[in-house]
């Protein structure tokens, strides 16, 4: 696992947006996993400045879902598949028909997560899986004690998880589904690259047991260690508990630039 430190929010999305153009470069219709939630935010910005400047092209750039919630309406507001709409695919360029996602309003749950695992895997799998964190160490809506084999499937959130997320439903928890759908470990663990992005002093502890504590259910993000290819890019105060943040600065700031992320 490699460890990036950087001095704000701004610059971790810089940075990812740069090796997902890289990506795009190569792989001109890369399928690319994306995450909600605010942290997220600054990667799609980079990249859409970049496509602004005509340094990248995304037009042929697929795009997958991590995760939905269950009974949301694709049309409400704060559905999944709205929210990446508005914060990736338009500002990207990219059409619907470019899009992966889970049915959350399917009558039958588990056989449309069967359904998503085999989507992704006809498209090909995922290029890159942008992944964010939770204060309890979730990926996806992966809460702790999930199992590191899991697949795409349906999942109870938590009441932390709920009030985390009241702030988008105008502060009222009743709005919140209980039950989401998301990539399960075992799916996340397929894609070829996983980069994660933290931010901020609160996923500090979250950031430490993932880079540097043992593999275990309880810290769902610590599977990114079984991973040939994950980046875990944090700033300063994401960064702060980690005791070997200052091998990680060295490390980094001696790896040939034409490696990338």
Known sequence: MEVVIVADARSGGELIAKAIAQLLRRKPDALLGVATGSTPLPVYQALTAQVRSGAVDTSRARIAQLDEYVGLPAEHPESYR???????????GIGMDAFLGPDGTAEDVPAACE???????????VDLQLLGIGTDGHIGFNE?????????RIKTLTEQTRVDNARFFDGDIAQVPHHVITQGIGTILEARH??????????????????????AAICPASALQLHPHATVVVDEGAASKLKLADYFRHTYANKPEWQGI
């Open 115 to 125: 359904a998503y695992d085999r989507a992704l895997a006809a498209a090909g799998g």
């Open 194 to 215: 996983l980069v994660l992005l933290a931010t901020g002093e609160g996923k500090a502890d979250a950031v430490a047991a993932t880079v540097e504590g043992p593999v």
């Open 144 to 152: 702790p004690c999930s199992s590191l084999a899991s697949r795409t």
């Open 82 to 92: 709205s929210v990446l709409r508005r914060e990736v695919l338009e500002p990207l």
